[in-house]
């Protein structure tokens, strides 16, 4: 059954630094686009950074520019978020989705049609 799996998640001081992981089961990542979503306590759920499996194409918010970066590895069809200068307020429940034949901007926006969800994985920041 196809699913995703996210790691990474954890509990880092302000300006610290962290990476998730997002991983597919059961199909591969070619032809999709990949999207980090969050979703802290009593507010909507928002996509972060995006890209586009294929080409490598990303997208980021604008809370998270210039501080996340989101990759992909072609070859374990993985795609990791890499965020530094980490702030209280990015503290929330990581997921990682998929849409299929999509572009990084289109699975950013949470009105697509998601293939899959991940189970979340939760990002404290902290001192």
């Known amino acids: 059954q196809a699913r995703l799996e996210e790691s990474g998640g954890g509990l880092v001081q302000p300006g610290g630094s962290l990476q998730l992981s997002c991983q597919p089961f059961?199909?591969?990542?070619?032809?999709?686009?990949i999207g980090w979503y969050r979703q802290a306590p009593g507010k909507e759920r928002e996509g972060v950074a995006c890209?586009?499996?294929?080409?490598?194409?990303?997208y980021y918010a604008d809370s998270v520019k210039d501080r996340f970066t989101i990759s992909r590895d072609k070859g374990s069809s993985i795609v990791d978020l890499q965020m530094n200068n980490l702030k209280p307020e990015d503290t929330a429940i990581y997921y990682c989705?998929?849409?299929?034949?999509?572009?990084?901007?289109?699975?950013?926006?949470?009105?697509?049609?998601?293939?899959?969800w991940g189970q979340g994985t939760q990002v404290t920041v902290s001192s």
């Open positions: 059961g199909f591969l990542f070619y032809d999709y686009a």
């Open positions: 989705t998929v849409e299929l034949g999509s572009t990084a901007q289109s699975v950013c926006t949470p009105s697509g049609s998601k293939s899959y």
């Open positions: 890209i586009r499996f294929n080409d490598g194409t990303p």
